[in-house]
């Protein structure tokens, strides 16, 4: 959808919108609307910023308000009382904005969404507190008065040519948005959003990213403080009341969370309202309140999504099914030898494992059988890092992962998929493999950011490479569709891929059998024994038992936590003991009978 | 010194309750309510304004107060909670929806009651008049706030070793296989909020002796309630008590020592740099079972 593919196609609509927005002063005398004009374009960067960390990083801020509160006045004290120019003034409004920013999103590292809701809140209080107590930098309630505008070789930028200025600010800001939201990045931001496990999976530091974006969004609300700062010339502690945030909130909620246009409609459709609500101004907190609550419970997707499902009405195409398995060749790795010593795992009183043992030589297929809530799942969460052991220690090539994170772990070719597959919603299929690459991805963020060509080649070859990827378990024709198009086996399948795309050394399948067809079933089949003929080591846990005997070298069965068997297929599925306690003693009763 | 130490205690009392109820809404359903202030400013201010001139038995104010924030909380579950909950269950629409309810609100009662601050006494028999202990001196009030404090955490940890009690904390757990066990997690929401609301107006009518009954009261609670909350492990009530005692006593010292009007930007700067250091809280688990 909106992802941002840098196609021409994705740039008709926003240059047209660019050309019809930087066109519009001409058509204007008065010098207020110039001014509304140029504040609507202000208030545009500080949504898109926004947008980027609520909207696709689901991260939301109540405070950022506050934040253009701080780049104003960093902006108003250096100009004004430093003397600095205008760009000097900006310098500091986003060093002390993104300073901010850091110091709210550091603790994020493990906190949920909720938290920053709050503490931006706080922050906003605090902020307002703040510009009142320190009266002597910022002069109270009077406000600072007299920020000079933008020079440029000694000529002032005023008017028309402030607008222009900004707007250009605001549409470059877009550029590198969009860049960066059809990155890895963005990948990352949207996985951390909809499935932290996923992203963890993927490799992704998820904290560094959440902070990332904090700073990036925080970044542009100060420019647009410094530019606030600049066309008002005079700014009060009033400019910033808590108003100021909400309106932000409503502008990208209406425009569309997490939709690239999103900010643009948003504040194309709402700039002018604070100042047509001049007579409501008492009303107007309520009136935001009420607009939010009403677009949050029937139209969370709000303008920009209206008009995709507009669009995707009228242009709608059948969904392909499943092609054949495993026609391209997928490059060859060195498997890893996974060795599990003692290990045990306990949760509150339940002790979910104990003392299990286990040796994978690289390259094979080990099955993990046993009846519900006999620990399997646990195990694979052990091995992928995603708990810590209680006891024992998991060596993968010799090397024990204790110290490893789950991330750590999955950069170091350790990955898996999920018992319900765990794909991004807001990425189509192609998509969610290339996120798998994230770790290897090697573009850096500026060049990302500036569009550069070694950045779009990789792009593209990361496009090719998740191609090969989908070819290679038989999703090729399903690339472009939707994750909530794709059927359940299909999704199954598109997460092996976006696992295999990371050149898995380990690769762990927590029950790839369950809930497909007989058809898919044998495409899995196949699949999986292609994958180990690349040398990559499969662990896989599974209640399909004849998929078990067909793939695997080895078996290991545990019941209540322990090991009970370990050996060939063969050996394992003949066992009395293993019969009786996979099957109970009744069933089994039965089938001899 | 003893002066920091009672009010620093008073405070911690009022914010710990707060921190009570946001708890009691959090556990089950892992929803931070942000309209939590403004329930507790409805309450400070309807049993103020029923109690005014001795219209009405303090009890019997404080009793309809509850009632009646009981039945918004209950509202706002069906209208700004339940319908975006049910969209998404994972996603969190619910911050802001539940904050538009919060402003709504907020905006309704400043409509309504106008900025200034109302009196509301302390419950009889207790007095806030202050008595001389030697050493410091307290109100018949503030100890009383103290020792209800205590009896309601207490109380509330009772609970959830019941069978009730265990359910709800079963959902916390695992939404959906509680459903299969017979428990309904809608009703169980709906059930947590009209307990969080009712112990929200209980702090807003315990919080009106010592801070007045004023629209302004539930935006400053709120952000108390989740700097404790935050420090304290949320969903943790003993955390809840010792970080309450906390930032009261950072607030009562940074007031006598600094001033009054630094007292939120040093409390948050503590709590940050808490945080910074145990993100977790200081009772609160890091992540629990989630694949």
Redesign the interface.
Known sequence: MATGAATPSHLIAPAAAGVALAGLPLLVTSDYVLFLLTQAAVLYLVALGLNVLTGYGGITSIGHGALVAVGAYATGIATVDHGWPFWGGMAAAILSASLCGLLLALPAFRLSTWYFALITLGFGSVVSGLIMELGWLTYGFSGIVGIPLPEFFGATVAGRNLFWLVAGTGFGAFLVTRNLIGSRFGRALLAIKENPLAAMSAGVRTGAVKVGAFVYSAALAGIAGAFFAANQSVITPDDFSVHFSIYFLLVIVLGGLGNLHGPLLGTAAFFLLPYLMTGLQEWRLLIYAVGLLILMIFFPQGLAGLLALFARRIGRHPSPATTAIAKAAIPRVNGAQLDIDTVGKRFGGVQALSNVTLAVPSGTIHGIVGPNGSGKTTLVNLISGFYGPDGGEIHIDGISSAAVSASGLARQGVRRTFQTPKLIPDLSIVENVMFGAYSDERASLSSIALGLPSARREARERRAEAMSYLDFVGLAAQADMSVGEATHGQQRLAEIARALVGRPRLLLLDEPAAGLSMAELEGLRETIAAIAATGTTVVIVEHHLELIADLCARVTVLDRGRVLKEGTPAQVFADPEVLATYMGRRALGTETA | MGEIFVEGLTMASIYAIVAVSFNIIYRPTN??N?AQGDLLMVGALLAAVLARGNSMPWYGAAAIAIVAVMLLAILIDL??VS??IK??P????W???T??????IH??ADKLAGPDPRVLPAPPPLQTSLIDFGVFSASSFQIGLVCFTCALVAATELFYRTRPGRAVRAIAEDREASLLRGINPARVTLLSFAAGGAVAAIAGILAAPILFASTSLG?ML??KG??VV?VGGIGSNSGAIAAALIIGMVEAATARVL?P??Q??VS?AVV?AI??VR??GLFGT??G???
């Not at chain 2, 904050?99 to 709504?104: G, N, T, V, Y």
């Open positions: 929803i931070f942000f209208v700004a319908p975006v969209r998404s994972h996603g969190a629409g911050i802001i929806s904050l538009a309810a919060s402003i709504i905006e309704i935006g709120l952000l989740f700097l935050a001033t009007g630094l939120e930007a948050f940050l945080l910074l993100p977790q890091a992540m079972r989630s694949v």
